[in-house]
């Protein structure tokens, strides 16, 4: 991995960083789910039925980790194989990510503090926008539509990260407030975190795509 630059190792470093609390305490959780002593607080939903919480768990922390990587302009420069490869692997775990996402929100019965009505619903429509913007991906990379697989991807990113940012929100909160936000608040907190990383990626997309179109306008201009 000589070739990934200090920048591009530093990034990695900071979404690793963020990704930490969802990644790293979801996967402490397997071993539960297996039948093993709990590592972490147990989750009753979780024991009673492991299997969507462990695919998700898995394919989160795949997509989210091994996603980050596939940033790496110097992967896909110097490791183009590499980067195609890893590609299929991230795409079929934000697939699994998401589709269990889904199967969790639709079957598990969450006490009302912990999901009412607005997260219910926005938890459903971006299990659905993630697995349709991971699709418009692999089919603008058949087509060599380079910008739009890259935007596509990035907003499913957005929306897979969307646990970090809740975790972040949820600690502010505790810090100053000193109690764990439940009911419409956690809701609300909750859709904000998604908003704010969705906004992000609006935002990265504009000034990368938006710059190039601007520069290709110019160029062809007389």
Known sequence: MH?????????LALVFLYSFIP????LFRIP?????????????RAVIDPVPITLHILGSSVFCLAGAVQ???SLRRHRPALHRTLGRI???AGCVSALTG???TVSYAFPAALQGTLLYGARIVLSLAMVAFIAWAVVAIWSRNLAAHRAAILRAYAIAQGASTQTALFLITMIFVGTEPLGVARDLMMM???AINIGVAEVLIHRAFGT???RATISSTP
């Open 212 to 214: 190039r179109r601007s």
């Open 23 to 26: 990644a790293v305490v979801g």
């Open 102 to 104: 889904l199967w969790m």
């Open 192 to 194: 904000a975190a998604w």
């Open 90 to 92: 991230v795409a079929a």
């Open 3 to 11: 070739f990934i630059s200090r920048c591009e190792w530093a990034f």
């Open 71 to 73: 940033f790496l302009p």
């Open 32 to 44: 539960e789910l297996l039948g093993m002593p709990a590592i972490v607080p147990p989750n009753p």
